[in-house]
């Protein structure tokens, strides 16, 4: 009799092109038992990869696929085979969607470039982009933003964020990029400048 396949779990479903797939899969076979079980990715006719026992979890199995073009929705094809040559298989129709078009350029809202504030905590604000999942922030104390200039660097799913009190006064820089749920990042944005300024002017009394 033909093995079992019960269930069959791909993740992400969302992915950029060469980037890899997770393909588990629960399968059984009561008389002679599984020989071996493996995956394809059947719209990009990629080569077949074995999916390995899981250790701890008896009858199932996992491998990875590295994802191929096209575009689209992908189905991939589980195929188990007992050991007496029995084979089943079992299709997931557009399991995982590849994507390699980068999101849009954001846009920076405000402040506007150029801006001088006695406030250290200012708020950045920028556009949102059609299908992205989060922006990349960076601000530095030159435009080169050079690892060694970088103030901040972070990864958040708004887009508006206020910084933090721990700037000191003087020139900054910031700019903004899309991150779409394949991991696509689309161009930064323009740099925009700003100044804080907390120091109160001297006072001179004659």
Do not use: C
């Not at 007496?84 to 997931?92: C, L, R, V, Y």
């Not at 903004?176 to 109160?200: C, E, H, P, Y």
């Amino acid at each position: 009799t033909q093995p079992t396949i019960s269930n069959v779990v791909i993740q992400p479903a969302s992915v950029g092109l060469g980037q890899p797939v997770t393909v588990t899969a629960a399968t059984s076979d009561a008389l002679s038992g599984i020989a071996s079980v493996t995956a394809q990715d059947l719209t990009a006719n990629t080569a077949v990869v074995p999916l390995l026992p899981l250790s701890g979890q008896p009858g199932t199995f996992e491998g990875t696929l590295t994802t191929a073009p096209p575009e689209g929705d992908h189905d991939i094809k589980v195929t188990s085979t007992d050991n007496a040559g029995n084979q089943n298989s079992a299709t997931a129709i557009g399991a995982i969607t590849v994507d390699a078009t980068p999101p849009a350029q954001v846009v920076l809202t405000a402040p506007i470039d150029n801006y001088a504030t006695n406030d250290n905590t200012p708020t950045r604000i920028w556009s949102s982009v059609p299908g992205a999942v989060r922006y990349q922030l960076q601000v530095a104390r030159g435009n080169g933003f050079n690892p060694s200039e970088i103030e901040i660097d972070l990864t958040l799913l708004g887009v508006t964020y206020t910084l933090p009190a721990s700037l000191i006064d003087g020139n900054y820089f910031w700019r903004v990029r899309a991150i779409d749920a394949a991991n696509n990042t689309g161009n930064w944005s323009t740099i925009n400048k700003f100044l804080i300024d907390t120091m109160q002017p001297d006072a001179t009394v004659d």
